[in-house]
């Protein structure tokens, strides 16, 4: 099993910064790719960013390209999601996820799932 622990959300003003973080652990030999995902109310969860686990190639969403970053430390099994010009439409719950079947667009090319993190901003 991959053990995901996400931290970092909390609420920002729109225009404002927020960099969230999710550290794996377990059988992280597994993971072939990990992503972030995000729900909001009443909404199906929708991708935001995804990483090869060696960190070499990266995918957006067309809504965050160019104001969020995708990022892992090797050294500390951890991936950062720095958020920056945020937006309210980007008010959600985001989740990070863990996948051995390779880099991925949609929930069901990965395995694990960490407990979401609330991002709240506010125009």
């Known amino acids: 099993q991959v053990q995901l622990v996400e931290s970092g959300g909390g609420l920002v003003q729109a225009g404002g910064s927020l960099r969230l973080s999710c550290a794996a652990s377990?059988?992280?030999?597994?993971?072939?790719?990990m992503g972030w995902f995000r729900q909001a109310p009443g909404k199906e969860r929708e991708f935001v960013a995804a990483i090869t686990w060696s960190g070499d190639i990266t995918y957006y969403a067309d809504s965050v390209k160019g104001r969020f970053t995708f990022s892992r430390d090797n050294a500390k099994n951890t991936v950062y999601l720095q958020m920056n010009s945020l937006k309210p439409e980007d008010t959600a719950v985001y989740y990070c996820?863990?996948?051995?079947?390779?880099?991925?667009?949609?929930?069901?090319?990965?395995?694990?799932w960490g407990q979401g993190t609330q991002v709240t901003v506010s125009s």
């Open positions: 996820a863990a996948g051995d079947k390779g880099l991925g667009r949609t929930p069901e090319q990965y395995n694990y």
């Open positions: 377990g059988r992280t030999f597994r993971i072939r790719a």
